[in-house]
């Protein structure tokens, strides 16, 4: 017998919506709505691939040749891009997670980001994914449990379709204020007004677009939520929503995702790359604190 590359699968149903998550990143594998399908599927015996799906924890996106300056220490991680020598997506891409609850509509997991090299701190974190009546939710949990401030950042990485559309053909809108120009590391040098190629503002078709970098000054919904959609021609939309804390939207849009000639990538995120060097956005939690943050998935069919 072979074994999953991703671990156990777990599997939530809850009337017309059912989800799964994996053992290892604590990763959205799959999310059907009414019969549609909302995550690319790929192979069985086949790792997850690019980050597809992971939680990306204590940084979302890169750092710098693994290198950080912490508080006049310098700190050396290990490098795990060594295509652009970056430390990539945090230390839990390819850790076990371990299940603290389960219902039919919801699942908790929970792994330690234990002291190593080049981070010498010590959180506890979990993640719930929760069914709703026309997508998911899920919820974020840092808890501080050494004995120094930490610096922390999060993000997520699903990759989302509309199942019975050519990825290629949906529509993408976003509306942002700037984006991030990257240098040939694939780190932000600068972070500039919309140009014609960046603006999202109102929608544009998938295939048209060639798009890696994160965008800020996302606008906000009553809810106080930042909205990402994909919209089919038909008029239905996958909403990716981002709730408080979540101040940046990585897009990357793809041709090596596995049995997909395009696939797109919505990443909400707390920094943008490299934030254990630049400072933007990054948290320093206290010992004992804890973050909470929420964003989820919604289909209107």
């Known amino acids: 017998m ?11 149903r809850a009337a017309d919506v059912s989800a799964e998550v994996t053992e290892v990143g604590a990763a959205l594998r799959a999310l059907r709505v009414a019969g549609v399908d909302l995550v690319p599927a790929y192979p069985d015996d086949a790792p997850t691939p690019a980050a597809s799906g992971i939680v990306l924890v204590p940084w979302p996106n890169r750092i710098r040749d693994g290198r950080w300056n912490d508080d006049g220490e310098e700190r050396q ?17 390819y850790t076990a997670y371990r299940v603290e ?19 010498p701190y010590h959180l506890a974190t979990s993640v719930t994914y929760a069914l709703t009546a026309d997508g998911i939710e899920v919820i974020h949990t840092i808890d501080n449990v050494g004995a120094d401030a930490a610096p922390v950042a999060l993000g997520t990485h699903p990759y989302l379709q509309i199942s019975d559309v050519d990825t290629a053909d949906l ?15 694939n ?3 600068a972070e ?9 503002r109102e929608p544009r078709r998938v295939g048209d677009l060639a798009l890696d970098g994160a965008f800020a000054g996302l606008a906000r919904d009553a809810h106080d939520r930042a909205n990402t959609v994909l919209a089919a021609p038909d008029g239905r939309r996958l909403v990716v929503w981002a709730g408080t804390g979540f101040d940046y939207v990585q897009l990357f849009v793809t041709d090596r995702y596995p ?7 919505i990443e909400p995120m707390t920094a943008p790359a490299d934030a254990f060097n630049s400072g933007r956005s990054l948290r320093r939690l206290a010992p004992g604190e804890r973050w909470e943050l929420h964003w989820g998935v919604r289909f209107d069919a």
Request: net charge negative; hydrophobic share 35%.
């Open 2 to 12: 072979i074994a999953d590359p991703t671990g156990t699968r777990f599997t939530l």
């Open 77 to 93: 991680l290990a490098i795990t891009e060594p295509k652009f020598g970056n430390a990539s997506h945090g230390l839990l891409r």
């Open 101 to 119: 609850s389960q219902t039919d509509g919801s699942l908790t997991l929970r792994a330690d980001v234990y002291p190593q090299t080049g981070y």
């Open 171 to 185: 529509t993408l809108q976003l509306e942002a204020e700037t984006w991030f120009r990257l240098d040939e590391q």
């Open 187 to 189: 780190i932000p040098v």
């Open 192 to 200: 500039e007004p919309l140009d014609e190629a960046h603006d999202l």
């Open 259 to 265: 049995g997909h000639d395009v696939a797109v990538a």
